[in-house]
C-alpha cells in the first residue's frame, strides 16, 4: 500500500535535552505523513484520535523513559450497581478528578481542588449536577447534586449488553489493515517497538463502539446541557456522546499544558482549521500562557482564560518579600517518584543548612521518602493531602519538574526552581519566558539557582488571568443556559400545516379590507396550491419560492406598496417561512404595512404568531413590540403556553420573555429590574406607551419650568467605550473601541486621550439626574438574533451584543458599591429621545424658554431653520460624525476628531451656558462629558443624540428608529399643515 507522504512541520527547537523530544517528533511525524488524526474506522472511529496519549504513555515506558510508581492505596468502598432509570435529568455532568487512586487522597468536599469551584458555584446558582466521583461517602451531601462512582459507570454496560456490538461484527477491511501495518512499520523503524496490529485495531474500535453505546444511553437519561471534565483525552467516547447530544464539552485546566503535552499540544498541524476528534468545545484555562496559538488548536476550541481557581482569595493580599529563611520546598509527582527521590537525597546532603520539605503528590504515601526522611534530620515530609498553599507559606523556594505547584506557590510569593528531568519540557514556555532556573539533575548547581532566585519577580498577573467572579459566571451561565428550543413549550399536535394554516389565514384574511389587501384575502381562499411544492421531497423548490418572494417583498418594501407586502407577507406565512434566515426581512415588511394600516398588520401578527413553530419563537421575539403596540402581545404567551404575570408596566412582560431565551438574558433582565426598583421614577415603557411618553414629556417641563439644573444622560451600546470590564479581553477591548473610533471621529486615539475620556465619562454618570438604559424591548431587538453567541465566550460574542451585557453589568457594579446612587435619579429608556424630541414636541418644550443652547455639529441656523422658529440662542459647534459629514457647515474644526478638542468645549460652554439656561445635546459619547460640564454650569441639559440628524433630514439609524417622527414627518407632508405631533394623540 502506498501512503502520501504528508509535509511534516517541525516544531520549535527545544530548551531541553531530553529523551522524550525523540518520542514527540517520532508521533507528529507520523501525524502528519499518515493524517493519523482524521483517520476513521468502521463507526466511523477516529482510533488515533481516541488513544493519542494512551499510545505515548505505552511507547515511552517501553522506551525506559517514563516509569510511574504504582502505589498502595485503600481499596474504594463497593456501591451498589448504576441503573439508569435511577438518574434524572441535570443541567451539568461533572467528570472530576477525583477517581481511582487519586480519590483515595483528595478528600475534597466535592471533588479535587479544580472541580470544586465549579461543583460549588453551580449548586450556588441552583443547577442540577450529576458528579462522577469514587469517594462519594467523602461529598457534602446537596438535594441537587447525584453522585456515581466510575465502577457505578462501567456497570451500564450489563444494561446495555443487548445494544452493545459483538467482537465478530468488528472486522476491518484489507486497505484498512494496511494502512495500520504501515503506521506499526513506521514506529518500528524509527523507535524500534511495535504499536498497532489488525487485531488490537479492531479491539480498540469494539471498546470505543461500546462505551460511546452506554455514554449515549447516559446523555439520552440525563440530557445535561454541558459536560465539564477532567483530561478530556481520555475520554473520547464520552466526548462523542456529548457532541451528538448537541451538549457543549468543557475541559479545565489541572496541570501544565504546553505544545509537549498530547492532550492539547499539535504544534505540527498549526494552522488548521479542521475539527480535531474527541476535541472539547471549550477549554477553561488559568490564563493565556497555556493556550499558545502555536500549538493549542483554536481553530477547535474556545479557550477561556478564567484565572486560578483560588486566585480571587489571594491576590488581594500582600506579596511578601523573600526572607529566605532557608527553607526549600520539593513539589513531587508520583509518575517521576525515582527522579525526585535522587533530586531530594542530593538536596539533603548539599543543603544541610537549609530545611527540605517534600510535599507529595497526592497519588503518593509517605513511606516513598520514609528512608530520605531518617537518614536526613533537616527532611521532612509532607502529606499529599495537605494544600499546598498552606505547605507553601513556610517555603521561600519551590523546586518541582512540571508539577502544577509550581505556579500555585507563586500566588504565595514564593520563588521557583525548575528540576531539568524528564518531563520538564512541559514547563518550557515558562521557564523561557520568565528566565527561570533549570536545577541539574545531580542539583550541583543548587547554590547558584538560589542566587537567581533572589532576583527572581514572576508576578500572578503574568502566569493567570486576572481572576473575576463576574467572568466565570458569564461562562457557567452560558454554558447551562437554556436553549431556545426547551424554553418554550408548544403543545403537540398532529395536524398538517397546510391545514392549519389555510383556516387560519382565511379568518384573518376577513379583516384585510383596505386598499391591496382585499386581492389578498381573496388570494387567501384559493387552495394552497404553493403548499405542495413545500414538502420536504421538493426542498430545493421550497427553498426558491421563498428567495423568489423575499426578492419581491424587498421591492414591494421599497415602493411602499402596502397591499402586495400584504399579499407577500401571507404567501410566506402559509409557506412556513418563519424562521431566523427570514425574519429581518419579515419584521421590515411589518413595520411598513403597520405605517399604513395597524389594523392590516394586526391582522398579519396575528396570523404570522399562530404558526410560528416551537423553536424560532426566540428569534421572533424583536416582534414583539410591534405586537404591544398593536395590542396582540399577549398571543406571543398564549401561543406558547407562558405565563405572564399581569404587570402595570409593560416592559416587565417583555423582560420576562426575554429572560427565558438564556440565563445571560435573565442576568440583563435582573439589572434593569434592580436599577428600576432603585430609583425615583422610571419611564422604560415610553416606545411603547404614549401614556409614558406624556408622562416623560410633562414630566421634563416641569423641571425645566422650575428653572433647577437638571441633567438627562442616556447609555446606549456606543458607551460601552468609556468601561474597562476585567471580564473581557483587552484585545477585544481594543478593538472595539478603535472600531467606534473610527466611526465616530473617522481615526483612531491616542491611548492617554481615550483613558481620559474613560475616566472622565465615568465621573459625568454622577451628573446624570435621568439615566437612559436599554430597555428590555431594545434587547429584545438586538439579541435573539445571536443567542447562540451567549453560549461561547464573551470575546466572542456579537459586538452590540457584547455591549449590551457590559453596560448593564457595569451599571450594576457602580450601583452596588454606591458609586451610583440611583435613589435620586429617574430611569428612562435610552430611546426616549425617537419619540420626545420630534420637531412639534421641541418646538412645545422650548418654546417658551428664555435662553436655549445647542450643543451640535448643525449651527443654530441649521436647526432652527429645520425647526421653523428661532429658538436657539446660542451654540457650542461640535466636530461632525462621520454619517452627516457632508451635511455640516464649513467650519475649521470640520475635520478634528472631537476627543481633541475636548477642553475647548469645555470652555466654550462656561461662556454660553449660565444658570437656566435649557441646553440641548447632540454629541454622541463625547456628549456625555459635555452634558455632565453643561449642567456644572448650571443648565438644565437634554440628550436628544441623533433627534438634531432627523430635523436636518438625514435619517442615521435604522428603518424602525424614530417612527414617531416619520409618522409626523409624513402627516405634515400630506395635509400641508404644521403637525402638532404626539401631543395631540395623547
Not at 556 to 580: N, P, Y
Not at 619 to 628: C, Q
Not at 823 to 834: G, M, N, P, S, T
Not at 896 to 921: K, N, W
Amino acid at each position: 500500500m502506498t501512503i502520501p507522504l504528508g509535509k511534516f512541520i517541525e516544531p520549535k527547537p527545544s530548551a531541553f535535552s531530553t529523551p522524550f523530544r525523540t518520542l514527540y517528533d517520532a508521533i507528529w511525524e507520523a501525524e502528519t505523513r499518515f493524517d493519523l488524526l482524521f483517520r476513521r474506522e468502521k463507526g466511523p472511529v477516529h482510533v488515533w484520535a481516541a488513544n493519542r496519549v494512551r499510545f505515548y504513555y505505552e511507547l515511552a515506558q517501553k522506551l525506559g523513559i517514563y516509569t510511574p510508581q504504582q502505589q498502595h492505596t485503600p481499596a474504594a468502598q463497593e456501591h451498589a450497581s448504576l441503573k439508569l432509570n435511577s438518574l434524572f435529568p441535570v443541567d451539568a455532568y461533572i467528570q472530576t478528578g477525583a477517581l481511582g487512586l487519586a480519590a483515595a487522597n483528595r478528600m475534597r468536599p466535592y471533588g479535587c481542588i479544580y472541580t470544586e469551584q465549579y461543583v460549588r458555584r453551580l449548586l450556588e446558582k441552583g443547577r442540577g449536577i450529576l458528579l462522577v466521583h469514587d469517594q462519594p461517602e467523602a461529598l457534602v451531601q446537596h438535594p441537587r447534586l447525584q453522585v456515581i462512582t466510575s465502577r457505578q459507570l462501567a456497570s451500564l454496560r450489563s444494561e446495555a449488553k443487548d445494544r452493545l456490538p459483538k467482537l465478530r461484527d468488528v472486522r476491518i477491511d484489507k486497505a484498512s489493515a494496511d494502512y495500520w501495518a504501515e503506521v506499526d512499520a513506521f514506529f518500528r523503524e524509527r523507535l524500534g517497538l511495535p504499536l498497532l496490529d489488525q487485531a488490537r485495531v479492531e479491539q480498540l474500535i469494539l471498546q470505543h463502539r461500546q462505551a460511546l453505546t452506554v455514554n449515549e444511553m447516559l446523555f439520552g437519561r440525563i440530557q445535561p446541557k454541558c459536560f465539564i471534565l477532567m483530561t478530556h483525552y481520555f475520554r473520547a467516547p464520552q466526548i462523542e456522546a456529548a457532541q451528538k447530544a448537541g451538549v457543549r464539552v468543557i475541559d479545565y485546566q489541572h496541570g501544565i499544558n504546553s505544545r509537549y503535552h498530547l492532550g492539547y499540544g499539535f504544534p505540527h498541524l498549526q494552522p488548521t482549521h479542521r475539527k480535531i476528534p474527541y476535541f472539547p468545545d471549550e477549554f477553561w484555562s488559568w490564563g493565556d500562557l497555556w493556550t499558545d496559538t502555536d500549538w493549542f488548536p483554536h481553530a477547535c476550541c474556545d479557550p477561556r482564560p478564567l484565572g486560578h481557581y483560588q486566585a480571587g482569595d489571594l491576590t488581594s493580599q500582600t506579596y511578601r518579600q523573600p526572607a529566605f529563611q532557608r527553607t526549600l520546598l520539593l513539589a513531587t509527582s508520583w509518575a517521576m517518584q525515582k527522579q525526585f527521590r535522587g533530586v531530594a537525597r542530593r538536596l539533603a546532603e548539599l543543603l544541610s543548612d537549609w530545611h527540605i520539605l517534600i510535599k507529595l503528590h497526592p497519588r503518593e504515601s509517605e513511606d516513598a521518602y520514609a528512608d530520605i526522611a531518617e537518614s536526613f534530620p533537616n527532611v521532612s515530609v509532607v502529606a499529599g493531602t495537605t494544600d499546598i498553599f498552606e505547605t507553601s507559606r513556610s517555603a521561600d523556594i519551590v523546586a518541582s519538574i512540571c508539577s502544577s505547584a509550581l505556579f500555585d506557590v507563586l500566588m504565595n510569593g514564593c520563588k521557583v526552581i525548575v528540576i531539568n528531568a524528564p518531563s520538564v519540557e512541559y514547563a518550557e514556555d515558562f521557564v523561557q519566558r520568565f528566565d527561570v532556573p533549570i536545577l541539574q539533575p545531580d542539583a550541583s548547581n543548587i547554590r547558584d539557582c538560589i542566587a537567581r532566585c533572589g532576583t527572581q519577580n514572576i508576578r500572578l498577573d503574568k502566569v493567570f488571568a486576572q481572576p473575576n467572579d463576574d467572568y466565570l459566571d458569564i461562562a457557567l451561565d452560558s454554558i447551562t443556559s437554556p436553549s431556545p428550543h426547551n424554553t418554550f413549550r408548544l403543545p403537540p399536535t398532529t395536524a398538517p400545516v397546510s391545514t392549519r394554516l389555510n383556516g387560519r389565514l382565511q379568518r384573518y384574511a376577513k379583516s384585510l379590507s383596505f386598499g391591496g389587501f382585499a386581492a389578498a384575502a381573496k388570494r387567501l381562499s384559493m387552495p394552497a396550491r404553493r403548499n405542495q411544492s413545500l414538502s420536504h421531497e421538493n426542498a430545493e423548490a421550497s427553498e426558491a419560492f421563498r428567495n423568489e418572494t423575499l426578492i419581491a417583498l424587498k421591492a414591494a418594501m421599497e415602493a411602499q406598496d402596502s397591499g402586495r407586502i400584504g399579499q407577500l407577507i401571507i404567501d410566506l406565512v402559509r409557506s412556513g417561512t418563519t424562521s431566523r434566515k427570514y425574519r429581518t426581512s419579515f419584521i421590515s415588511a411589518m413595520w411598513a404595512v403597520e405605517q399604513d394600516s395597524k389594523r392590516a398588520a394586526r391582522a398579519l401578527l396575528r396570523g404570522y404568531i399562530a404558526v410560528i413553530p416551537q423553536h424560532e419563537l426566540a428569534y421572533n421575539l424583536p416582534l414583539y413590540e410591534h405586537a404591544v403596540r398593536l395590542g396582540v402581545g399577549s398571543r406571543f404567551a398564549d401561543r406558547f403556553n407562558i405565563r405572564l404575570r399581569s404587570h402595570s408596566r409593560i416592559w416587565r412582560s417583555a423582560s420576562a420573555l426575554f429572560a427565558q431565551t438564556s440565563h445571560i438574558a435573565g442576568r440583563m433582565c435582573e439589572t434593569v429590574e434592580t436599577l428600576a426598583a432603585s430609583c425615583d421614577a422610571e419611564w422604560l415603557d415610553s416606545r411603547v406607551s404614549q401614556k409614558d411618553q406624556r408622562g416623560l414629556f410633562m414630566n421634563l417641563k416641569q423641571r425645566l419650568n422650575a428653572g433647577e439644573p437638571f441633567a438627562m444622560i442616556r447609555l446606549g451600546d456606543g458607551e460601552v467605550y468609556g468601561f474597562s470590564p476585567d471580564y473581557v479581553k483587552e484585545t477585544s477591548l481594543s478593538h472595539d473601541r478603535e472600531l467606534r473610533e473610527l466611526v465616530w471621529w473617522g481615526s483612531a486615539q491616542d491611548a492617554s486621550l481615550r483613558n481620559r475620556l474613560c475616566s472622565e465619562f465615568i465621573s459625568s454618570l454622577q451628573s446624570a439626574d435621568y439615566l437612559g438604559v436599554p430597555s428590555p424591548f431594545r434587547l429584545l431587538r438586538d439579541i435573539p438574533s445571536s443567542l447562540a453567541d451567549l453560549r461561547r465566550p464573551i470575546d466572542n460574542w456579537h459586538r452590540t451584543v457584547r455591549a449590551h451585557f457590559v453596560l448593564l453589568t457595569e451599571l450594576s457594579r457602580l450601583h452596588r458599591s454606591g458609586e451610583l446612587d440611583m435613589a435620586r435619579r429617574q430611569l428612562v429608556d435610552e430611546r426616549c429621545h425617537q419619540p420626545l424630541f420630534t420637531q412639534s414636541l421641541t418646538r412645545e418644550l422650548l418654546a417658551e424658554r428664555s435662553h436655549s443652547v445647542c450643543i451640535s455639529c448643525f449651527s443654530k441656523k441649521q436647526l432652527n431653520a429645520a425647526l421653523g422658529i428661532e429658538l436657539f440662542h446660542d451654540q457650542v459647534l461640535l466636530p461632525p460624525h462621520q454619517k452627516v459629514l457632508d451635511l455640516v457647515e464649513e467650519s475649521e474644526i470640520r475635520t478634528i476628531p472631537a476627543p481633541e478638542l475636548i477642553d475647548t468645549l469645555y470652555e466654550q460652554i462656561d461662556q454660553v451656558v449660565r444658570p437656566g439656561s435649557t441646553v440641548l445635546v447632540a454629541g454622541g459619547f463625547v456628549g456625555k462629558l459635555l452634558i455632565a460640564r453643561a449642567r456644572a454650569a448650571g443648565g438644565m441639559v437634554l440628550d436628544i443624540g441623533a433627534s438634531a440628524d432627523y430635523w436636518i433630514g438625514r435619517e442615521t439609524r435604522g428603518k424602525y428608529d424614530f417612527s414617531d417622527y416619520r409618522r409626523e414627518r409624513t402627516h405634515t407632508a400630506s395635509s400641508g399643515q404644521p403637525s402638532m405631533g404626539v401631543t395631540d394623540a395623547l
